[in-house]
């Protein structure tokens, strides 16, 4: 595919750099839509949102360049084209998470009040973003052929997409877009049952995008890797882990989630 949007010959927009921003302008206005209901003040959500973002997108790239380093440290201006890939999540999710925290405490806000109404949007902003991977003719999985990608009943443009140099790849972006979509909706719905306990919606969350990243990772042909493990495997049964560790501490706390 090409990954460029709109081409005006001395500016270009490319699709990569369009659904990161999609997915923030969405995520953004569920955010606020949320806290509203919450009670929660607009100027610390805005604020929040306002520092989080800049500082995600930097955390992505500095994860995704530490773990190519062979190839940016000859070619250090790439660091900074951010336009043509190379953002990983796990490092956005980190370095978001560490701010929120300071943010938080600082505020005198309950973190984990805050971080059950960033994961609906977050989890939906992964969706998003995915296609940008799409765009871009990456995150894909393993080669396989044309008779396979048609056995799956995909449109013709996926299936167009996901033929790079010749060779037909498994769509593993589409996977993982289908199962944060997914996990959005389990969420959404999740956070309106009875008697959810503040910090439980992380939790499910951090469960569930901690499977399937973890299944959907072990596809991918383009990991990054520390030694011969895949760093996205480690970190989603890190997440899991967490994940159950809080869905069952929280059980134990005394504030329910407002719906």
């Not at 899991?240 to 407002?258: F, N, P, S």
Request: hydrophobic share 50%; glycine share 8%; aromatic share 18%.
């Amino acid at each position: 595919m090409n990954p460029i949007m709109i081409d005006f010959g001395y500016f270009r927009i490319y699709w990569y750099s369009f659904f990161i921003l999609l997915a923030f302008l969405i995520g953004g206005f569920l955010i606020l839509k949320e806290a509203k209901k919450q009670n929660i003040d607009e100027d610390f959500i805005v604020n929040l949102f306002f520092y989080t973002v800049p500082i995600s997108l930097i955390g992505a790239r500095i994860y995704y360049v530490i773990f190519n380093w062979d190839y940016y440290c000859v070619n250090l201006v790439d660091i900074f084209k951010v336009w043509e890939g190379g953002l990983a999540i796990h490092g956005g999710i980190l370095a978001a998470f560490l701010f929120i925290l300071y943010y938080a405490k600082k505020n005198h806000v309950s973190l984990w009040e805050i971080t059950d109404i960033l994961v609906i949007s977050l989890i939906l902003g992964q969706a998003i973003g995915r296609w940008g991977n799409f765009f871009n003719g990456e995150a894909h999985g393993i080669e396989t052929t044309l008779t396979y990608l048609q056995s799956l009943h995909l449109p013709d443009f996926i299936i167009k997409g996901m033929y790079i140099d010749g060779i037909y790849y498994i769509p593993t972006f589409l996977y993982e877009s289908i199962w944060d979509l997914i996990g959005f909706i389990i969420l959404f719905f999740f956070r309106k049952q009875n008697r959810v306990k503040i910090g439980q919606t992380t939790g499910l969350y951090l469960i569930w995008y901690g499977i399937g990243r973890f299944m959907i990772e072990g596809m991918r042909t383009d990991s990054l890797m520390l030694g011969n493990i895949r760093m996205a495997q480690l970190v989603s049964v890190v997440t899991l882990l967490l994940g159950i560790v809080l869905v069952v501490h929280q059980r134990k706390a005394k504030l329910y989630q407002q719906k």
